[in-house]
């Protein structure tokens, strides 16, 4: 296939994932942090990476990409025009950054502020390029469209290239940084979907293919690497996909009962999903007497145990549910896309809400502190969350901030005040401790 068609085969699919991943209920794809985001840090988008180790931030301003230093405030102009997406590594001082201007993927050295290696890909849009890298830093995965290649991390070398038939939904690297996984887009045969699970062996480039019965969207994988929990949300048919990840054995395992995106807890002993009384497939059940069929509400939240696969059921409202999870995994912060309700707080260990007091916040764009305590959520003006008193609060800025981030140590926030300017607006002091702005 010719590097124009590539484009446009990698740009339609774009298109499809974008509608079928629009938000709709499960986990919810909104929360910032530090570190690695789903599929990259969209700087494309004016997203603000935050160094998981070491003392920066990377954002796009303008064309280029630049980087301010925490401490001292200086900030650097990158050898990257157009930056989209970035991954960082997990071993050494590096960033690994698409560029839509040359469509390739970059490794920039952050000490020597200079480019390791460049490796051509057919498209580094931040709307098709979903760029990842292996806990272990021996691998870069990107995807596009309909194909995967991997590098190596530090040379840049070619590992292997993978190609499939229908369009890529989702592309992850295993936890154990050996695997990764690819969820091609379903496809029907009379009402039964089907999906194309495929485990891709970083090391070998050896490919193993499971078919799911179940439509396509994100998967959620354990930090153990030992199962993937694969659930949509608008399908026809909408179970919660069980795969055995065992290593070189993978496998469907079964079909639960329930919506999704799945989210897992911190310590992968709870998945969430959510169930819809009005769509029930009581096959799915091993006791179909735990349906509940016959409830007031509409939706229930559906804790899932990890290890045996039980599940129990949570009254939820009659608004399609989305939900986060705290850090600690104690508190989901439950809302919906579908209207503009408040947010609410499920104690997970007491299964019992918590309506929140104070301005009204909705989980469209915000950030966990490490220590589940705040929650900050930016809509229009910034919104301070206090989860433990469930009370919400406007916190003043002196302008309209557009993306926000979080810093390593929970102690500020990084608010984007247009596009050129960062502001670090220290929570103690509740004002811009700092701001970065790169000379023209």
Same mark, same amino acid.
């Given at each position: 296939?010719?590097?124009?068609?590539?484009?446009?085969?990698?740009?339609?699919?774009?298109?499809?994932?974008?509608?079928?991943?629009?938000?709709?209920?499960?986990?919810?794809?909104?929360?910032?942090?530090?570190?690695?985001?789903?599929?990259?840090?969209?700087?494309?988008?004016?997203?603000?990476?935050?160094?998981?180790?070491?003392?920066?931030?990377?954002?796009?301003?303008?064309?280029?990409?630049?980087?301010?230093?925490?401490?001292?405030?200086?900030?650097?102009?990158?050898?990257?025009?157009?930056?989209?997406?970035?991954?960082?590594?997990?071993?050494?001082?590096?960033? +690994?950054?698409?560029?839509?201007?040359?469509?390739?993927?970059?490794?920039?050295?952050?000490?020597?502020?200079?480019?390791?290696?460049?490796?051509?890909?057919?498209?580094? +849009?931040?709307?098709?390029?979903?760029?990842?890298?292996?806990?272990?830093?021996?691998?870069?995965?990107?995807?596009?469209?309909?194909?995967?290649?991997?590098?190596?991390?530090?040379?840049?070398?070619?590992?292997?290239?993978?190609?499939?038939?229908?369009?890529?939904?989702?592309?992850?690297?295993?936890?154990?940084?050996?695997?990764?996984?690819?969820?091609?887009?379903?496809?029907?045969?009379?009402?039964?979907?089907?999906?194309?699970?495929?485990?891709?062996?970083?090391?070998?480039?050896?490919?193993?293919?499971?078919?799911?019965?179940?439509?396509?969207?994100?998967?959620?994988?354990?930090?153990?690497?030992?199962?993937?929990?694969?659930?949509?949300?608008?399908?026809?048919?909408?179970?919660?996909?069980?795969?055995?990840?065992?290593?070189?054995?993978?496998?469907?395992?079964?079909?639960?009962?329930?919506?999704?995106?799945?989210?897992?807890?911190?310590?992968?002993?709870?998945?969430?999903?959510?169930?819809?009384?009005?769509?029930?497939?009581?096959?799915?059940?091993?006791?179909?007497?735990?349906?509940?069929?016959?409830?007031?509400?509409? +939706?229930?939240?559906?804790?899932?145990?990890?290890?045996?696969?039980?599940?129990?059921?949570?009254?939820?409202?009659?608004?399609?549910?989305?939900?986060?999870?705290?850090?600690?995994?104690?508190?989901?912060?439950?809302?919906?896309?579908?209207?503009?309700?408040?947010?609410?707080?499920?104690?997970?260990?007491?299964?019992?809400?918590?309506?929140?007091?104070?301005?009204?916040?909705?989980?469209?764009?915000?950030?966990?502190?490490?220590?589940?305590?705040?929650?900050?959520?930016?809509?229009?003006?910034?919104?301070?969350?206090?989860?433990?008193?469930?009370?919400?609060?406007?916190?003043?800025?002196?302008?309209?901030?557009?993306?926000?981030?979080?810093?390593?140590?929970?102690?500020?926030?990084?608010?984007?005040?247009?596009?050129?300017?960062?502001?670090?607006?220290?929570?103690?002091?509740?004002?811009?401790?700092?701001?970065?702005?790169?000379?023209?």
């Amino acid at each position: 296939m010719g590097i124009a068609k590539r484009i446009e085969v990698g740009a339609a699919a774009a298109a499809v994932v974008a509608a079928l991943l629009a938000c709709k209920g499960g986990a919810n794809q909104n929360q910032k942090g530090v570190g690695d985001q789903p599929g990259g840090v969209a700087l494309g988008l004016g997203d603000i990476a935050v160094a998981p180790v070491g003392d920066y931030v990377l954002f796009k301003r303008g064309d280029e990409l630049a980087t301010g230093n925490l401490t001292t405030g200086a900030i650097d102009t990158l050898p990257v025009q157009k930056p989209s997406r970035l991954a960082f590594s997990k071993q050494r001082p590096f960033v +690994y950054v698409g560029t839509e201007a040359t469509s390739e993927i970059l490794a920039v050295d952050m000490e020597a502020r200079k480019v390791g290696w460049r490796q051509g890909v057919p498209s580094a +849009y931040t709307s098709v390029l979903r760029l990842m890298s292996s806990k272990d830093d021996r691998f870069v995965v990107s995807a596009q469209g309909q194909e995967v290649q991997v590098f190596d991390a530090t040379s840049g070398a070619p590992k292997g290239s993978f190609a499939f038939e229908g369009a890529l939904i989702d592309v992850q690297v295993f936890p154990d940084s050996k695997r990764a996984l690819a969820v091609e887009l379903h496809e029907w045969s009379g009402d039964a979907p089907s999906t194309r699970v495929t485990v891709l062996d970083l090391e070998t480039s050896a490919r193993r293919t499971l078919t799911v019965p179940n439509c396509a969207d994100r998967v959620a994988i354990s930090a153990d690497s030992k199962r993937a929990l694969l659930a949509p949300t608008t399908c026809q048919k909408d179970p919660v996909s069980v795969i055995d990840l065992s290593e070189g054995a993978e496998k469907f395992e079964r079909n639960l009962p329930g919506f999704g995106p799945v989210a897992l807890s911190p310590d992968g002993t709870t998945a969430v999903a959510f169930l819809d009384r009005d769509s029930i497939d009581l096959t799915l059940f091993d006791d179909p007497k735990l349906a509940p069929t016959n409830a007031a509400e509409r +939706y229930h939240l559906m804790l899932i145990d990890t290890g045996n696969l039980s599940y129990e059921f949570v009254a939820a409202g009659d608004e399609l549910p989305r939900f986060a999870i705290t850090p600690d995994g104690n508190v989901l912060l439950v809302d919906t896309a579908w209207t503009d309700d408040a947010a609410r707080l499920l104690d997970v260990p007491s299964r019992t809400f918590k309506p929140i007091a104070g301005p009204k916040v909705r989980l469209d764009n915000f950030v966990l502190t490490k220590d589940s305590s705040h929650a900050f959520v930016l809509q229009g003006s910034v919104y301070d969350l206090d989860i433990g008193s469930a009370i919400s609060s406007m916190v003043g800025t002196s302008f309209t901030p557009k993306n926000i981030n979080i810093s390593a140590d929970d102690k500020a926030l990084f608010l984007r005040v247009d596009d050129d300017e960062i502001c670090m607006f220290d929570l103690a002091t509740r004002s811009c401790a700092r701001s970065f702005v790169a000379v023209q």
